[in-house]
């Protein structure tokens, strides 16, 4: 498979003539179709660099959870937006990876038009985007491969899909908290405020998609437009298209893997035993005693955001705070039921 993708690269990109335009690479496909491992051979096969497109493998921890590439296998192929962000950060959102990973791909001038029209400057993790110690890929001569993971992540690398602007003053964590508070209230008052400035798309969502409405409430909050303005105004760009304005790099060569159903779950049952194997509740009672016993002693645990959100962990929710507090028959139940929930059963993250 990795040969055959590679000639696809090379040939659909001029990589053995006299034009040389470098491709941006992406995978994607379900869980257990192999993107990474095809992700890794095409990165050696081309000297290209792997760029992670998933939502919770940017944080430190969980790293048998969220499936990380090992460390050996770092060294085989270098590896981006990985294990950078702080694990009780719970505001890092998808606009933020489109600009630190848009920085990394692009030439660096790319970043310095990002930092000096102030994106990320009030974010307390900024650090990393601003002294990143890798000069960027393209202006290396080396072949982007993205890899996901999550699919609105690589989507805003793709295409011009997401709403950046906030209001003047207004720093990244106060419009994060705000998109918090809006998801604290009612699902149904959320919506019906959205149908008062956004009907269209208040059309399109249903009320218990709290998220989704929430973020579309503060699209208009934010500039004064609504969501659905927006969204017909990038699509009514010169290249635009469903899924917002025109390509933002021109020579992307993009590979949906696929594999049969039955394939897919023997591969699934026998991951779920490797990272058992692997240690995987070790690594879950660590991650908990560090970062989630104080919050749930206080009652504030939050399932919702940051890492906190993987399936895999909240599903153990449970065994943790009552292991051993409880029967070794009740904590073993608890096991057995965070072990076989159906968003595990399911791997969601787990790609």
């Known amino acids: 498979m990795a040969a055959a993708a590679a000639r696809a690269v090379s040939v659909g990109t001029g990589l053995g003539g006299l034009q040389r335009t470098l491709p941006l690479v992406v995978i994607l496909g ?23 497109a998933d939502s919770m493998q940017v944080y430190e921890g969980l790293d048998i959870i969220t499936n990380k590439v090992s460390a050996q296998e770092q060294k085989m192929c270098q590896h981006h937006m990985i294990s950078f962000v702080d694990p009780l950060v719970t505001n890092y959102t998808v606009v933020d990876f489109r600009n630190k990973a848009t920085a990394l791909i692009s030439l660096r001038k790319t970043a310095a038009r990002l930092v000096s029209q102030g994106f990320l400057l009030d974010v307390k993790y900024c650090d990393v985007f601003l002294n990143f110690h ?45 998109k918090v508070e809006l998801e604290k209230e009612d699902g149904h008052a959320l919506h019906k405020r959205l149908s008062q400035v956004d009907p269209e798309m208040a059309a399109k969502l249903h009320p218990h998609d709290k998220r989704k409405v929430a973020r579309s409430l503060q699209v208009f909050e934010e500039t004064g437009i609504s969501h659905s303005e927006f969204l017909h105004r990038q699509h009514a760009e010169e290249g635009g298209g469903p899924l917002g304005g025109p390509l933002k790099f021109p020579n992307p060569c993009i590979l949906w893997l696929h594999a049969e159903q039955t394939v897919l779950d023997k591969r699934l049952d026998k991951r779920v035993d490797n990272m058992l194997a692997a240690g995987l509740l070790d690594e879950l009672r660590d991650f908990h005693r560090r970062y989630n016993e104080k919050k749930v002693a206080e009652n504030s645990q939050d399932y919702q955001h940051g890492i ?38 399911a791997l969601n993250i787990l790609g």
């Open 134 to 178: 890798i000069e960027d890929i393209f202006a290396r001569d080396k072949i982007p491969i993205v890899v996901g993971g999550t699919n609105y992540y690589i989507e805003s690398l793709l295409w011009k899909v997401l709403i950046s602007a906030k209001p003047q003053g207004m720093g990244t964590a106060k419009v994060i908290d705000r």
């Open 308 to 345: 906190f959100q993987s399936i895999g962990f909240k599903e153990f929710h449970e065994y943790l705070i009552t292991e051993g507090k409880c029967t070794p028959e009740t904590s073993n139940q608890l096991l057995k039921k965070g072990v076989n929930s159906p968003s595990n059963l």
């Open 30 to 52: 379900a869980t257990g179709t192999g993107k990474s491992t095809l992700a890794l051979q095409l990165g050696q096969r081309l000297g290209g660099e792997i760029v992670s």
